[in-house]
């Protein structure tokens, strides 16, 4: 039996990815826990995270409305296999919740962890709120998690 | 019958070493300036084909950065990781099928948020290329000193050609002292890599619609092996030229070109495009200066088309006729033309 | 768009590992066979499309060193790529190509050689500043629409298992498929370990090196080279907005799904999908989405996707068989698993599908699913 030859290359590369003006907004207010949408002009539709312009109506974007840093939870899981954490390339093992959860005064959902990882104490429409870290960097994990409120 | 294509609208950003936008800001631009320009909005758009790399944009699936600048959300769109004249050689093709009318095309990349060349090397064959750090700098170089060894004027040529499509910037002998970086390659031959996006809108004619004529389209993949290829020639070009020819009816000739929009990295290879394409010195190629003094890989043949659309709207020439031309890999492996014909009524 | 079709597939048989070959061999082991189903020789191929998420083997520009591979070389060759629905945009692009009268034979290759990669960390390279921090991959993503759909819809994790079941027992039917068996159940899948709440272990599509491959001709050609060609009738995309929170109710009403299917019916004349459609070659990466999508292409109503799968409606013999090759849950592939589902539903109308054939099937769905909620669809059919 043949033995089969592998070539290893290892990838270490790194990317300076640019984040555009109205993110840059978006990061500072959350430096100061302010969490902030773009209205559309057109349909309304209230966004998260802040684009150019609304995919829909292919408007720019400019009007920014107030975000409260609690909504409903609109979708749910909580995840057992570990995974790589793409910002800071650890292993993140679970148990853990996430959820997509609809803030008040957002129309699109944010996509965040979840501080409960008993499944039968999870439902689509529960409310949860923002768990803050004390050091605030301006990305959207300074908010550590989401609570449920209960 | 296939249906004319128009050359409907163009819209580009301005090269630069560093954009500090990020990719949809840079996209949205253009697109919204070719939109313009063909008078158009994003609801007339039948479907979006864009050109990208996921490893130079560091994202993958890369072109979801851009689904919503580009007018792509509930619509068709295609991605092609190659030169973005190969987007629009299939918008021509999606066009030609009768499957949509109106294709806005759109390319873009920034070299300056990680080092192009490092990246590069993931294009390599793996098993007995990329292991040494080869990446397409050193290519080139291979090829260029295959050519200066046989040819003792060849550098000082390429400094003379450097030299022009620097606009005057750099003299012969300043280019020639510049340092060498891929020998026989010196710094002052290497175009020089920048952030950028174009963005071109093509219809099939009708009545109202205006602009240069997409005459005819070819592309072609040498092999990949350095030493597979005959590197004193683009032949690559030669087949893809052909392949061009015959889609715009021109069977077995060659058309004399007014105007030639090469996407050339070094000088070494605008000597190996005019070989190839057999241009006489009527030519006029590149008066806009080309990519010598700043490209952006994966958009470089797109503005070749926007700077030969440009040039049919100073130059109302009955019959007058453009090779646009675009590359991608190591040493051009991939070629890619398109002939412009002039203005259409 | 003007007529193209068909005329040969060929695929890879699909599995964790294909250390056996190079990635150049493996796109060669499928373009082989499918230029073989079309008795054509390479030099007859006029152009060759390359569908691959290169990122998942830390590549750029991978036709230039597998387009050799796939008989790519001095010809006109591209890679088209997006996500999952590589493979389905790839075909849809070979369509457009031998429809365009400038080529006559065009090869599609579709192929991922996942064990040569780090597939978790080329999921992970989403959008910089947001998705990437949170994400949990496709399954992350899947796990969540689940929750909504079985909130509103009320299917269950048993509904959900056929599915699994299904899958694995068509696919003992099929040489290609990574997983297979002939005797599972939905015990089974119920016993397998939860990846993330609710899917389990056998809710949720492999990851598989493999490659699948369709020759597609011009209208001229292919009534000259086949006497029974899959004729393209209609074939659409949809792409969506780029945030995860920014899709509304993804398994219970993706809108590019269902504009796409109803684009298509509408260009093919199907007003009856459970009627009309022979055999359906959707792209599931999970067991819970084939539920969804049963509603979301008209094949049920609302809430009847359970009832539909439990009443055998969609398994072979029944009146839509859906997967008859076992889908994506059996072989996923990520570059190759939508040119799979077109090269299997074509095999059907060409006759060639072998023991999962559909007797007399003579018109096909293929649905293609990637990132966030885009959608290829397209209608295959015997007649031109």
Redesign the interface.
């Known amino acids: 039996m043949t033995e089969r030859i592998s070539v290893q290359i290892e990838m270490n590369q790194s990317w300076r990815y640019a984040s555009g003006a109205a993110m840059e907004r978006f990061a500072d207010g959350l430096r100061q826990k302010r969490i902030e949408a773009l209205r559309c002009g057109g349909c309304g539709r209230r966004y998260l995270p802040p684009r150019p312009v609304c995919g829909n109506c292919h408007l720019h974007l400019s009007e920014w409305v107030p975000v409260a840093d609690q909504g409903v939870v609109e979708a749910w899981t909580v995840v057992y296999l570990p995974f790589l954490d793409g910002r800071t390339g650890e292993i993140r093992k679970g148990p853990y919740g996430m959820a997509l959860i609809r803030l008040d005064g957002a129309d699109t959902t944010l996509n965040h962890y979840l501080a409960e990882a008993d499944p039968t104490r999870l439902a689509v429409g529960l409310r949860a709120r923002a768990v803050w870290r004390d050091e605030l960097r301006g990305a959207i994990d300074d908010i550590r998690h989401f609570e449920v409120m209960r | 019958m296939r249906p004319d294509i128009v050359v409907a609208g163009i819209g580009e950003t301005t090269p630069v070493p560093a954009d500090s936008r990020s990719i949809p800001e840079m996209v949205l631009e253009a697109v919204e300036a070719a939109l313009a320009d063909a008078g158009i909005g994003h609801r007339d758009l039948d479907a979006v084909t864009t050109a990208s790399v996921d490893m130079f944009d560091g994202i993958t699936a890369s072109n979801i950065a851009v689904t919503e600048v580009v007018g792509a959300v509930m619509k068709p769109e295609a991605r092609i990781s190659a030169d973005g004249l190969t987007a629009v050689a299939h918008a021509a093709c999606q066009i030609w099928s009768g499957a949509y009318e109106t294709v806005l095309v759109a390319a873009h990349a920034k070299t300056s948020i990680a080092p192009h060349r490092d990246l590069t090397q993931w294009a390599l064959d793996p098993i007995h290329v990329q292991p040494l750090g080869v990446d397409f700098l050193t290519c080139a170089g291979l090829q260029a000193r295959l050519l200066a060894d046989r040819d003792p004027g060849a550098e000082r040529r390429w400094a003379e050609i450097a030299a022009k499509r620097r606009g005057g910037a750099m003299s012969p002998d300043r280019i020639l002292a510049s340092p060498l970086v891929a020998s026989p390659l010196r710094l002052g031959m290497c175009a020089v890599p920048g952030d950028g996006a174009s963005a071109v809108v093509l219809r099939a004619k009708k009545k109202g619609i205006g602009g240069p004529i997409l005459a005819g389209i070819g592309y072609d993949l040498e092999p990949h092996a350095l030493g597979d290829r005959d590197l004193t020639r683009w032949s690559g070009l030669e087949r893809a030229l052909d392949r061009a020819g015959k889609t715009a009816g021109f069977e077995g000739r060659r058309p004399h070109f007014d105007l030639a929009e090469p996407s050339c990295l070094f000088p070494h290879e605008e000597e190996l495009f005019v070989a190839a394409a057999d241009l006489d010195e009527m030519t006029e190629i590149s008066p806009d200066g080309g990519l010598l003094a700043g490209y952006i890989p994966i958009v470089a043949g797109l503005s070749r088309m926007t700077s030969a659309t440009r040039y049919f709207r100073r130059n109302r020439k009955a019959g007058a006729l453009a090779l646009v031309h675009g590359t991608w890999g190591p040493a051009a492996q991939g070629q890619v033309v398109a002939i412009l014909g002039g203005a259409a009524s | 768009?003007?007529p193209?079709a068909i005329i040969g597939t060929g695929q890879t048989d699909h599995a964790k590992s294909r250390?056996?070959v190079?990635q150049p061999e493996l796109v060669r082991e499928a373009a082989s066979r499918a230029l073989a189903d079309a008795g054509l020789r390479p030099s007859e191929v006029d152009a060759i499309i390359i569908g691959n998420?290169?990122?998942?083997e830390?590549?750029?520009?991978?036709?230039?060193?597998v387009?050799?591979g796939g008989f790519?070389?001095?010809?006109?060759?591209?890679?088209?790529?997006?996500?999952g629905t590589s493979g389905t945009?790839s075909c849809?692009?070979g369509?457009?190509?031998a429809?365009?009268?400038?080529?006559d034979i065009v090869l599609v290759v579709g192929f991922e050689k996942h064990s040569e990669g780090q597939t978790?960390?080329?999921?992970?390279?989403?959008?910089?500043?947001?998705?990437?921090?949170?994400?949990?991959?496709a399954?992350?993503n899947f796990?969540?629409?689940?929750?909504?759909y079985m909130?509103?819809r009320g299917v269950t994790p048993e509904q959900a298992a056929r599915v699994a079941v299904k899958s694995r027992r068509n696919a003992a039917k099929n040489p290609h498929a990574h997983l297979k068996d002939a005797n599972a159940t939905v015990a089974d899948v119920l016993a397998s370990?939860?990846?993330?709440?609710?899917?389990r272990l056998m809710d949720m599509c492999p990851q598989s090196d493999g490659a699948a491959a369709i020759v597609v001709a011009s209208a001229e050609r292919a009534k000259k080279l086949c006497s029974r060609p899959a004729w393209v009738k209609a074939?659409?995309?949809?792409?969506?907005?780029?945030?995860?929170?920014?899709i509304d109710?993804r398994l219970l009403s993706m809108?590019?799904l269902r504009?796409a299917s109803r684009s298509v019916y509408a260009t093919a004349g199907i007003r009856e999908p459970l009627k009309q459609l022979d055999v359906a070659e959707i792209y599931e990466p999970v067991t819970y989405a084939e539920l969804a999508w049963y509603e979301i292409l008209g094949f049920c109503s609302e809430g009847q996707a359970g009832r539909l799968i439990e009443d055998g409606v969609t398994e072979i013999g029944g009146e839509l068989p859906v997967n008859p090759s076992g889908g994506v849950l059996c072989a996923n592939p990520v570059g190759a698993t939508g040119v799979i589902r077109v090269a299997e539903a074509a095999s059907q109308i060409l006759g060639r599908a072998g023991a999962h054939q559909i007797e007399g099937a003579k018109t096909a769905l293929v649905t293609g699913y990637?990132?966030?909620a885009w959608a290829d669809a397209m209608i295959l059919g015997s007649e031109p």
């Not at chain 3, 790519?72 to 790529?81: D, E, G, Q, S, V």
């Open positions: 768009m003007r193209a250390d056996d190079s998420m290169e990122m998942f830390g590549r750029a520009l991978p036709e230039l060193w387009g050799e790519a070389n001095r010809k006109p060759c591209l890679k088209i790529a997006t996500g945009s849809i692009a369509f457009h190509q429809a365009s009268g400038v080529f978790q960390t080329g999921m992970a390279l989403t959008d910089p500043f947001w998705d990437r921090g949170v994400a949990s991959g399954l992350g796990a969540l629409s689940i929750s909504q909130a509103e370990k939860v990846l993330a709440h609710p899917v074939a659409t995309t949809r792409h969506e907005q780029p945030y995860i929170g920014d109710r809108r590019t504009d990637g990132v966030y």
